[in-house]
C-alpha cells in the first residue's frame, strides 16, 4: 500500500485527488491547505483523510511515501526541501 498526501486544495487537487482515490494500492491519508475548510471540501468524499493547515504537520502525522504538490509554482521548492 502506497500513502499519498496532497499538498493543496485548490482546483487542481481535485483531479489529483481523483486520479490516486483510481489506482489500486494507493491510499489517500492527508490533505493540507492554508485553508482547511476548502481542503476538507476537497477531500468530502475520501473521509478516511485527515485535513491540515501546515504540511510540515501532515508529513510528520502521516508519514506519506509519496507528496503530491498541487500548490502554486511558487512554492513548490520549498516544499520539495522540506519533504525530502
Known amino acids: 500500500m502506497i500513502k499519498v498526501c496532497v499538498a493543496g486544495a485548490g ?3 481535485q483531479f489529483q485527488l481523483s486520479a490516486w482515490a483510481r489506482i489500486p494500492d ?5 490533505i493540507a491547505d492554508l485553508d482547511s475548510a476548502k ?3 476537497a477531500v468530502s ?3 478516511q483523510v ?3 493547515k501546515d504540511v510540515h ?4 502525522q502521516c508519514t506519506p ?3 503530491d504538490i498541487v500548490t502554486p509554482e511558487a512554492t513548490h521548492l520549498a516544499l520539495v526541501q ?3
Open 65 to 67: 511515501d509519496m507528496l
Open 11 to 13: 482546483f487542481y487537487a
Open 57 to 60: 504537520e501532515m508529513v510528520v
Open 82 to 84: 522540506q519533504f525530502a
Open 26 to 30: 494507493v491510499v489517500l491519508v492527508g
Open 39 to 41: 481542503a476538507a471540501a
Open 45 to 47: 468524499q475520501w473521509p
Open 50 to 52: 485527515k485535513v491540515f
